[in-house]
C-alpha cells in the first residue's frame, strides 16, 4: 500500500470537499473524553486518544469489543477463547496482551465505568447499553495505573437520568441460525433526586461453525444479563451511584482447527495432520473436526460505588469503590482431530476488589488531579487437567477425567497493589502549558501450586510458594501548546511498569519459584490536533518512539520426562524499539456525508531477543530477527457515514473498509502461525422514525476468513512441534434490528 499517495489523496479530497461547503455549513460536534480522568474537549488532551461515541457505535452495528480495533490506529482486537471464555487477543503499538491466565497482568489494560478489569476473559465483550469507548494509545500508568503499559480502552456505559421515564427496547436477528438478541433499558425516576436504571439481556451468539466429526454447531453461546444502577443526586454538589451487574453464559467455543505439518508429533506419529499448508485438517477454515465437545460456562458479577462531591467551583472528590467475581469453566480439544489426543478442562474462580479516591483541582492557571489506587485480585479454585493418553503411550480411558488426568494441577494466587499518583497542567506563558505526572506503585504477588506430571509415572512434585515484591515510580513529562484555539501541539515523555509475579501454568519448581522480574517502558511522542476549514474537518497526528526493556513474554520450555512435554514460563527475554506514527481525520464532505479515517505505520522489532523460545534451542538462543507479535506495519480503516431527513424521519448509512497488514501471530512466528494481510468490509443502513429505528446491517461482507488467532505447542527451530491449531474469524453475517426508545435513551 503507498500509504503517502493514498493520505495525500484523502487530505486533497477532504480539503476540496470542506472548500466547496457553503458559509454557515454544519461544524463538527466537540467530543468529550476523560482521557486524564477529567470531562475535557479531545481537542485540548496531551495524549493520543480515539473516542467512539454512542450514534457511532449504534450506526456500526459492533457484535463485540473486537470492533473497537477499526476505530484506532495501530489497535489489533482479536477473539482468543482457546482457554478463556471471550479472551481478548490485544495489542496497541506493537505492545500485546493474551494471556488466559489471571496472573499474569495485562499489558493493554480495559476500563469498565471507571474500573480495570484485572484479566482477559471476558474482554472480547458485547457491547450493550454503552455511551462512549476510549482508546489511549501508549503508556497511561499515572493516572490509570495497573500495567497500561501499552495503553488503555475505557468503555463507558450510560448513567440514570433523574426526573424523567425513558428506555429502550431492542431485537436484533442475525443470518446464521437466525440468532436473536434481546435487549432492554427502563430508566426510573424515583423522586427528585433518585433515578434508577434497569437492563435486561439475552444474547445468543450464532454457531458460525460446523463440527465434520461429531456434527456439533460450535462457536454458539446464549448469555443472559441483569443489572441495575441507582443514581442520587440529592444537592447539585454530591451525586452517588450504585449498580450491579451480572452475566451467566454458557456454550460451545469455536473450533480448534488442526493446522499440523507434517513435521509435527500428532502428525507424523497418529496422522493428525492438516490438509495442506493453507487449509486445516477438517479442509475448510470454518469447520473443527475435533471429536470432544468444547463446553464452557462463565459467570460474572459486579458491585460498585462511585461518589463525587464538588468541595468548591474549583475542587472535586472522587470515589470508586468495586468488587468483581468470577467463575468459569472451559473444555478444549487442543488436537481438533477425530482421534482422542490432547484436550484440556480449566476451571477457575477469581475475585477482585479496588477503591480510588481522587481530588481533581482546575483554577486559571493550574489543572491537578491525584489520590491512591488500591488493588487486590484473587484467583482460587483453579483446576488445569490435561489428558494425552495416546501420545504417553497410554490406552485411552486410563487417563481422563472420569478416572485420573495424565496431567492435574492446582494452585491459588493473591496480587496486592497500593499507589498514589498525580498529574497536571500548569499555564506558564501566554498559550503555553507544563505537563507533569508520576504514580509510584507498590505490588506484592504469592502463588501456591501443586501439580501431578508424567515425570517417570504419575508424578506429584511437592506443594511450591512463590512471592515476591515489586515498586516503581513512573511519570509522564511534558509541554502542550495552543497557538489557535483550533491548533494544540504536544510532546510528552511517558513511562510504564508492569510489575513481575509467576507463572500458573509453570510445573517445576525451579519454573515456579523464580517468576519473573518488571518490565518497563519509554515512550517519547508528538502530536498536533487541528479543526480546519471552520471546525468541517478534524485532523490529528501522532509520531512516536517506544523503549520498551526487559519484555515479559511468554514462552514454552521443556521440562523432564517422557515424550515431548512442555510447561509454559514467562521470561524477561527481550528488549524493543518501536517507531510509529498515526493520523485520524473526520470530514463533513458536505451536508449529507461525513468521512472517517485513521491510520497507523509501525516499524517494530527486537534489539535482544534471548531465550529458549523452541525446545531444541539453548538458554541463550538469539531470536532478535523474529517480529513482535500482533504489530502488523500498516493498519487503516475508512468509513463513509450518511444522514439524510427522509419522508418526515432521520435515514442513516455506514460505509467502512479496516484493513490490517500481516502479523506475527505467535512469538515464535511459527511456520504456519503467521496472519497474512486482510481487510474487513461492514456496512449499515438504519431508518429512525419517531420512536422507532428499523436497521440492516452486515459485517465482514467479503468473507475474509484469515485466522483470528494461532498458536505452536511445543515449537523446534526445525519446524517441528508437537501440534499447532488455529481459529477461525466470524464469517460474513447479515442482520435486522428493531428499536423502540423514549425519553433521552
Same mark, same amino acid.
Given at each position: ?16 470537499? %470542506?472548500? @466547496?461547503?457553503? @458559509? ?28 467512539? #461515541?454512542?450514534? $457511532? ?23 482468543? *477463547? ?43 465483550? #458485547? ?44 431485537? &436484533?436477528?442475525? %443470518? ?22 434497569? #437492563? ?15 456434527? !456439533? !454447531? ?16 440529592? $444537592? ?40 495442506? !499448508? ?6 475448510? &477454515? ?25 468541595? %468548591? ?21 487442543? =488436537? ?9 478442562? &480449566? ?14 483541582? $482546575? ?61 497536571? !497542567? ?41 512471592? &515476591? ?32 509475579? +509467576? ?73 524493543? $524499539? ?19 479515517? #485513521? ?21 541463550? =538462543? ?38 490490517? =497488514?500481516?502479523? @506475527? ?12 494481510? +486482510?481487510?474487513?468490509? =461492514? ?34 527451530? *526445525? ?27
Amino acid at each position: 500500500m503507498d500509504f503517502k499517495r493514498l493520505s495525500h489523496s484523502i487530505a486533497a479530497v477532504v480539503a476540496a470537499s %470542506s472548500l @466547496a461547503l457553503p @458559509a454557515g455549513a454544519a461544524q463538527l460536534e466537540e467530543i468529550v473524553v476523560t482521557a486524564r480522568k477529567k470531562a475535557e474537549s479531545m481537542q485540548d488532551s496531551p495524549v493520543a486518544v480515539s473516542a467512539v #461515541n454512542r450514534e $457511532t457505535i449504534q450506526a456500526a452495528f459492533l457484535g463485540d469489543a473486537t470492533g473497537i480495533a477499526q476505530f484506532a490506529p495501530n489497535v489489533v482486537f482479536d477473539d482468543i *477463547s482457546a482457554g478463556t471464555p471471550g479472551g481478548g487477543g490485544i495489542s496497541i503499538r506493537g505492545i500485546s496482551y493474551q494471556d488466559v491466565e489471571k496472573t499474569f497482568d495485562p499489558a493493554v489494560l480495559m476500563y469498565l465505568d471507571g474500573v480495570p478489569l484485572g484479566t482477559n476473559t471476558g474482554n472480547a465483550m #458485547n457491547l450493550l447499553d454503552v455511551e462512549r469507548i476510549e482508546v489511549l494509545r501508549g503508556p497511561q500508568g499515572t493516572l490509570f495505573g495497573k500495567n497500561a503499559v501499552g495503553g488503555v480502552i475505557n468503555i463507558h456505559r450510560t448513567k440514570p437520568i433523574i426526573g424523567q421515564w425513558a428506555g429502550k427496547a431492542r431485537v &436484533r436477528v442475525e %443470518s446464521e441460525d437466525s440468532a436473536t438478541n434481546l435487549e432492554g433499558v427502563l430508566n426510573i425516576p424515583l423522586g427528585d433526586t433518585l433515578a434508577a436504571k434497569v #437492563n435486561v439481556a439475552r444474547l445468543e451468539e450464532p454457531g458460525y461453525y460446523d463440527n465434520i466429526t461429531n456434527g !456439533d !454447531d460450535e462457536g454458539e453461546s446464549d448469555e443472559e444479563r441483569f443489572g441495575i444502577h441507582f443514581l442520587w443526586q440529592p $444537592t447539585d454538589d454530591l451525586t452517588a451511584e450504585f449498580q450491579y451487574n451480572q452475566s451467566e453464559m454458557d456454550g460451545i467455543l469455536a473450533p480448534m482447527l488442526n493446522i499440523n505439518s507434517p513435521l509435527a508429533d500428532l502428525c507424523a506419529g497418529f496422522g493428525a495432520c492438516a490438509a495442506s !499448508d493453507d487449509e486445516p485438517l477438517s479442509g475448510d &477454515r470454518r469447520e473443527g473436526a475435533g471429536n470432544l465437545g468444547q463446553d464452557f460456562f462463565l459467570d460474572s458479577k459486579d458491585y460498585q460505588v462511585d461518589l463525587n462531591w464538588d468541595i %468548591s467551583p474549583s475542587l472535586t472528590g472522587v470515589l470508586i469503590a468495586a468488587h468483581r467475581e468470577t467463575d468459569e469453566r472451559t473444555f478444549i480439544d487442543f =488436537d481438533g482431530s477425530p482421534q482422542t489426543l490432547f484436550h484440556i478442562r &480449566r476451571t477457575s474462580e477469581y475475585e477482585q476488589d479496588s477503591l480510588e479516591l481522587r481530588l481533581d483541582y $482546575t483554577a486559571d492557571r493550574l489543572s491537578v488531579t491525584g489520590g491512591y489506587f488500591y488493588w487486590n485480585g484473587e484467583v482460587s479454585g483453579w483446576e488445569n487437567e490435561a489428558t494425552i493418553p495416546l501420545f504417553l503411550g497410554l490406552p485411552v480411558g486410563t487417563c481422563g477425567f472420569d478416572t485420573v488426568a495424565c496431567q492435574f494441577e492446582t494452585a491459588s494466587a493473591e496480587s496486592k497493589s497500593h499507589s498514589v499518583f498525580f498529574e497536571g !497542567d500548569y499555564r506558564f506563558a501566554e498559550n503555553w502549558y507544563f505537563v507533569l505526572g508520576a504514580r509510584y506503585i507498590e505490588e506484592d504477588k504469592e502463588l501456591t501450586k501443586t501439580s501431578q506430571v508424567p515425570i517417570a509415572g504419575l508424578t506429584t512434585l511437592p506443594t511450591t510458594t512463590g512471592d &515476591r515484591t515489586d515498586d516503581d515510580i513512573i511519570h509522564r513529562i511534558g509541554f502542550r501548546w495552543e497557538p489557535t484555539p483550533n491548533v494544540m501541539a504536544y510532546a510528552t515523555w511517558s513511562t510504564g511498569f508492569r510489575s513481575g509475579g +509467576f507463572s500458573i501454568r509453570g510445573v517445576t519448581p525451579e519454573i515456579i519459584q523464580t517468576g519473573f522480574e518488571p518490565e518497563t517502558v519509554d515512550n517519547y511522542e508528538l502530536g498536533i490536533k487541528t479543526e480546519l476549514f471552520d471546525r468541517r474537518v478534524r485532523l490529528n497526528a501522532t509520531v512516536f518512539r517506544m523503549e520498551y526493556d526487559d519484555m515479559q513474554i511468554e514462552l514454552q520450555v521443556p521440562r523432564p520426562g517422557p515424550g515431548s512435554g512442555t510447561q509454559d514460563s514467562v521470561v524477561n527475554a527481550g528488549s524493543a $524499539t518501536i517507531d510509529g506514527v498515526e493520523l485520524e481525520v473526520t470530514a463533513l464532505l458536505n451536508d449529507y456525508f461525513t468521512l472517517d479515517f #485513521n491510520a497507523g505505520w509501525l516499524d517494530a522489532g527486537y534489539d535482544t531477543f534471548r531465550g529458549q523460545i523452541f525446545a531444541d534451542g539453548t538458554q541463550n =538462543d538469539d531470536n532478535s530477527n523474529l517480529p513482535l507479535r500482533r504489530a502488523p506495519e500498516w493498519n487503516y480503516t475508512a468509513a463513509l457515514n450518511y444522514s439524510q431527513a427522509v419522508g418526515g424521519g432521520d435515514l442513516r448509512g455506514r460505509l467502512s473498509y479496516s484493513w490490517t =497488514d500481516d502479523y @506475527a501471530g505467535t512469538v515464535t512466528d511459527f511456520p504456519g502461525t503467521h496472519v497474512d494481510d +486482510f481487510g474487513l468490509l =461492514d456496512a449499515s443502513l438504519n431508518y429512525t422514525y419517531g420512536q422507532w429505528q428499523v436497521g440492516v446491517f452486515g459485517r465482514n461482507l467479503t468473507d475474509e476468513d484469515e485466522y483470528s488467532h494461532t498458536f505452536a505447542v511445543v515449537p523446534y527451530r *526445525s519446524g517441528r512441534s508437537l501440534f499447532t491449531f488455529a481459529t477461525p474469524r466470524a464469517p460474513r453475517t447479515y442482520g435486522l434490528e428493531l428499536t423502540y426508545t423514549f425519553g433521552d435513551y
